[in-house]
Every structure is written in structure tokens, then in C-alpha cells.
């Protein structure tokens, strides 16, 4: 496999990123913009102008409709534009159905880790509580799962992966 310069703008992004949020909860902007831009200008000076701008549209349109949901995380959006802007709009879709499947069991793992199953239960009581139009009450605590380690992961299958649903 041909070790282009923008899988290893990717790569480096995913690694630092997965790091940074073990470390210190956080995806900093000093990484994802940088992706962002380094992936559209790599594929543009290459003749393929479309394919960073199509993966950062892409990402955009899936990603920040969760970040404004409160679903996902600010940080972990801009990754996923990053991921976009480096491989394109269709392993962008890619990755994002890998960190899907990835994040379940993952998490429940960390839930169970931590030792915050309580936490999870009062959650999913109030979320449903909401859903059913019933006053909940005050929000529950959050149980924080950092995701860059499985964002990167995600990021990692969906550029070595081809899903043949999406071709």
C-alpha cells in the first residue's frame, strides 16, 4: 500500500488526537484544522480539488447535526471533518459507520470499567422520560467516554476497508 501524504497527515491526526483525548479529554483545534486544510490542498495540488472539500461537506452534514444534538462532542466532530478532508466523503461515511459499530461495545466496556452503570441507568431514565414528554427532572450526570482512541480506530478500518454497501 502507497503511503500517500495525505494518510499521513491522517494518520498522524488520528494518533495525536487518540492521545491527547486519553490524556487530557480534549481534540484540540491545533490538529483538526490543520487536517482540514492539509487534506484539501493535498488533493487539490493533485488534480482532485473536489475530494477534500466533498469529505469535509460529507462529515459536515453527518457530524455537526450531532455535535448540535449534544450527541457528540465539538472535538470529536471537527476529527471526523479532518478524517473527511484526508480520504474524501466515502471513507468519511466509512469510517463513521465503523465508529457506530465500534462505540457500543467500547463504551459499555468503559461504563463497565468505571463502574457506572448507576449513572447509565439514571441517563437512559431521564432520556425517556423526555421522550415521553414527562418532566424528567434535573439532567443526570454525564458519563464522559473519550472517543478519539475510537474514532481513530474508525478512521483507521474505513481507510483500509472498502464497504461494498456504499459502492
Not at 150 to 156: C, D, E, W
Request: some cysteine; glycine content about 10%; overall charge positive.
Amino acid at each position: 500500500m502507497e503511503a500517500r501524504l495525505e494518510t499521513v497527515v491522517l494518520l498522524v491526526g488520528l494518533v495525536v488526537s487518540a492521545v491527547t483525548d486519553i490524556l487530557k479529554g480534549k481534540i484540540y483545534n491545533v490538529v483538526t484544522f490543520p487536517m482540514m486544510a492539509l487534506g484539501v490542498v493535498i488533493h487539490a495540488t493533485a488534480g482532485e480539488w473536489w475530494v477534500g472539500l466533498l469529505g469535509i461537506g460529507g462529515a459536515t452534514i453527518i457530524h455537526v447535526p450531532l455535535w448540535l444534538a449534544r450527541i457528540q462532542k465539538a472535538g470529536d466532530a471537527k476529527l471526523m471533518l479532518g478524517v473527511g478532508a484526508c480520504v474524501g466523503w466515502l471513507e468519511m461515511v466509512e469510517a463513521t459507520i465503523w465508529y457506530a459499530i465500534l462505540f457500543v461495545p467500547i463504551a459499555l466496556a468503559a461504563v463497565a470499567v468505571m463502574r457506572r452503570w448507576s449513572k447509565l441507568a439514571t441517563a437512559a431514565s431521564h432520556l425517556f422520560a423526555r421522550l415521553r414528554g414527562v418532566p424528567p427532572g434535573p439532567p443526570p450526570d454525564q458519563v464522559m467516554i473519550r472517543v478519539g482512541p475510537i474514532i481513530a480506530a474508525a478512521g483507521v478500518i474505513g481507510w483500509l476497508t472498502d464497504l461494498a454497501v456504499l459502492h
